[in-house]
């Protein structure tokens, strides 16, 4: 069963590795023997993220840049990394921004319209184009990047729980369709984690008058604690998982 949990010679596609859950993720994913291809909106940050990964997991990695809300870069992201690896077995969608805090009837219609375009169109512009790549592998996994906020509400957060419930359905809803052809969609539900997102979210709903609440584990977790579930889904020890939104929150959602 040890086999399992690898991912040696698997074809995988990190967006939204430059930093966080997603660089974690992205560094336990070929640490269990994928090749990889990383994409985010920080070049820099990412080509240096990328040689050490490599340098660490003896394995290829490269970086591409992409703004997950231009449907023409993620296409060209998607086409770029499957033409580097050969194809793609692996995906994990990760972009995300925190957007504004604040009561509804204070948040700007364009920090809103902004928001659901990065954390919920694109998320679907990236499977749109990874999909027919997974179906040409004939086998293959997904995992998007949800949040506790998707399984409750979130005040003075609102449009952000939004977008999550909506990356949850997006989910849920492709996994169906997906499931007769061998491939799974998942995704994680992290609860505080110890990122630039949760920093700025907190600040800005402490303003507005909310409150941040202790997990019961009484910590927030490190983005490394994220990575572990995400080499589970996307391996052939979760086989018979799809559809499914695991909660990563210290007890939050008990």
Not at 127 to 156: C, D, F, R, W
């Amino acid at each position: 069963m040890q086999d399992a949990y690898s991912l040696k010679d698997r074809r995988a596609l990190v967006v939204g590795a430059d930093s966080g859950i997603g660089l974690a993720c992205a560094r336990a994913i070929t640490g269990a023997g994928a090749r990889l291809v990383m994409a985010g909106l920080d070049p820099a940050q990412g080509q240096r993220s990328a040689a050490e990964i490599a340098e660490e997991a003896g394995v290829d990695v490269a970086y591409v840049p992409v703004d997950v809300r231009d449907e023409a870069q993620v296409r060209a992201m998607v086409e770029a990394a499957a033409a580097r690896l050969g194809g793609l077995d692996i995906a994990m969608n990760n972009a995300g921004v925190p957007g504004p805090s604040g009561r509804v009837q204070d948040i700007p219609t364009a920090d809103y319209d902004n928001l659901f375009a990065i954390n919920v169109r694109g998320a679907w512009l990236c499977m749109k184009y990874e999909i027919p790549h997974l179906l040409q592998a004939g086998k293959g996994a997904i995992v998007n990047l949800a949040s506790t906020a998707a399984l409750k509400g979130l005040p003075y957060a609102a449009p952000y729980a939004a977008t999550k419930h909506a990356v949850a359905g997006l989910t849920r809803s492709v996994a169906l369709e997906l499931a007769p052809h061998g491939v799974r969609v998942n995704a994680i539900a992290p609860g505080p984690v110890n990122t630039g997102l949760l920093a700025t979210m907190r600040v800005g709903r402490s303003e507005a008058g909310g409150k941040a609440t202790h997990p019961p584990l009484g910590r927030i977790a490190e983005p490394e604690e994220m990575a572990g579930a995400v080499v589970w889904l996307v391996s052939d020890a979760s086989s018979y998982v799809t559809g499914a939104l695991i909660s990563l929150d210290g007890g939050v959602m008990a």
